[in-house]
């Protein structure tokens, strides 16, 4: 599969799986036309250029004639693109302190973008501005810990209490190169903070669903990948790959049991194009993972949770159900996003063939792409990403285990 069936060795003029994926970029393109003599305004421009430019990358370009008007779809505005901040507020927890805390920390990557020394005025209040909401409002996070993560929140709460003080000491020593790492730094304490919220898990899988994999919160991973040839010559890579069950459970669950028992160890990057890297593919003529108990291919049923709702939508994409204004609560959006790849006509044809989407491409703009509420989002690179694009079609995965999580994964084998 690719994010359609790929089939083994084929290349990128097959475009996102296979071509049968095109048709569907070819009417995205036909529904944004609306003729040459027509004045078009700039997002209509840009989501003619969008598709078009889709189905050039598929392979399938073909001239769009008489086709139906569309509206223009309105992009929103700032979204998120760093994958670490993406699964914090993905995270199903309401608490407003913790969250204002996570804003302003947040906040201090804008800030770095101005030039010189003048960047650390922003990056001073927003640590301040940290260090007092935890300082005054401390009892209100403390209450909605889950009982038994507790000791855990507590104990975050008081790193990233050092973590802000010192901080705050190397703002005021002006030591601009310093101040990525410590943000990065108190971000895990928030995020550790945050998911030490979570109570249970948010939401019942489906009965139909419920005897699959299912991974009930996150899991962390650590991939290895050791590539033939780089700019650099011969090197090997390790990533880390965050899964998401608390807003992907079946999909992050039959993932996270493929890993387990050690299906990817040995496996090579089957597509790497700019676009996307691809493999999941095993040998043989299967094109998924062969269940030994049926033997007969383990299929993944498409799963994506909008913003708002309470559990996901199983079986059917966001465009199936004409929602695909709606934003999923895992997006395209990062570098190094992590989806299943299926049949483009066969929502739950996934199987084992994964890819990771390369960013930023003029494919999928960030906020606005082809790809949210098509293809099930389960998990993200947060730590590496940037070794992606020097990943070639042949280079060995050595391995990809699990870190921390694997108890959060239930009916495994």
């Known amino acids: 599969m690719a994010l359609a069936n790929l089939s083994r060795g084929q290349t990128s003029a097959g475009a996102i799986g296979t071509r049968r994926a095109a048709p569907a970029l070819r009417r995205v393109a036909c529904q944004a036309y609306k003729g040459d003599n027509e004045a078009r305004n700039p997002l209509e421009k840009a989501a003619i250029g969008l598709a078009t430019a889709a189905a050039v990358v598929m392979g399938t370009f073909a001239p769009l004639v008489a086709p139906p008007s569309a509206d223009a779809i309105l992009v929103a505005s700032d979204p998120v693109k760093n994958a670490a901040a993406i699964l914090r507020n993905a995270l199903p927890i309401d608490n407003k302190p913790i969250r204002q805390i996570q804003k302003d920390l947040e906040s201090i990557s804008e800030a770095l973008r101005i030039p010189g020394s003048k960047s650390l005025g922003p990056v001073a209040r927003s640590v301040r501005g940290a260090q007092d909401v935890l300082s005054r409002q401390k009892d209100a996070i403390i209450k909605d810990f889950a009982p038994d993560k507790k000791a855990y929140g507590l104990a975050n709460i008081d790193k990233l209490a050092d973590s802000l003080t010192e901080f705050q000491a190397i703002v005021e020593a002006k030591d601009k190169q310093a101040v990525p790492l410590k943000q990065r730094e108190a971000l895990s304490y928030v995020g550790n903070i945050e998911e030490a919220m979570v109570k249970g898990f948010p939401f019942q899988v489906p009965k139909e669903y419920a005897d699959r994999p299912l991974l009930l919160g996150r899991a962390t991973l650590e991939m290895r990948v050791k590539c033939a040839q780089t700019p650099e010559g011969p090197q090997t890579f390790t990533q880390?790959?965050?899964?998401?069950?608390?807003?992907?459970?079946?999909?992050?669950?039959?993932?996270?049991?493929?890993?387990?028992?050690?299906?990817?160890?040995?496996?090579?990057?089957?597509?790497?194009?700019?676009?996307?890297?691809?493999?999941?593919?095993?040998?043989?003529?299967?094109?998924?993972?062969?269940?030994?108990?049926?033997?007969?291919?383990?299929?993944?049923?498409?799963?994506?949770?909008?913003?708002?709702?309470?559990?996901?939508?199983?079986?059917?994409?966001?465009?199936?159900?004409?929602?695909?204004?709606?934003?999923?609560?895992?997006?395209?959006?990062?570098?190094?996003?992590?989806?299943?790849?299926?049949?483009?006509?066969?929502?739950?044809?996934?199987?084992?063939?994964?890819?990771?989407?390369?960013?930023?491409?003029?494919?999928?703009?960030?906020?606005?792409?082809?790809?949210?509420?098509?293809?099930?989002?389960?998990?993200?690179?947060?730590?590496?990403?940037?070794?992606?694009?020097?990943?070639?079609?042949?280079?060995?995965?050595?391995?990809?285990?699990?870190?921390?999580?694997?108890?959060?994964?239930?009916?495994?084998?």
């Open 240 to 413: 880390t790959v965050v899964l998401d069950g608390y807003n992907a459970p079946v999909s992050a669950g039959q993932f996270a049991d493929l890993v387990a028992r050690g299906f990817y160890d040995g496996m090579e990057v089957q597509r790497a194009d700019g676009f996307v890297v691809q493999t999941g593919d095993p040998e043989g003529p299967a094109d998924g993972f062969v269940d030994p108990k049926t033997n007969e291919i383990r299929r993944v049923p498409f799963e994506v949770r909008v913003q708002g709702e309470k559990e996901p939508i199983y079986d059917f994409t966001l465009e199936d159900l004409g929602r695909v204004n709606e934003q999923p609560v895992l997006p395209f959006n990062a570098y190094g996003t992590l989806a299943w790849a299926r049949n483009e006509f066969e929502n739950n044809s996934a199987s084992s063939q994964v890819f990771f989407l390369l960013k930023e491409s003029e494919l999928t703009p960030t906020g606005s792409n082809l790809l949210d509420g098509r293809f099930a989002v389960f998990g993200y690179i947060t730590q590496g990403q940037d070794a992606l694009a020097d990943f070639r079609v042949g280079d060995k995965i050595e391995y990809i285990k699990f870190v921390d999580g694997k108890e959060n994964l239930k009916n495994s084998q």
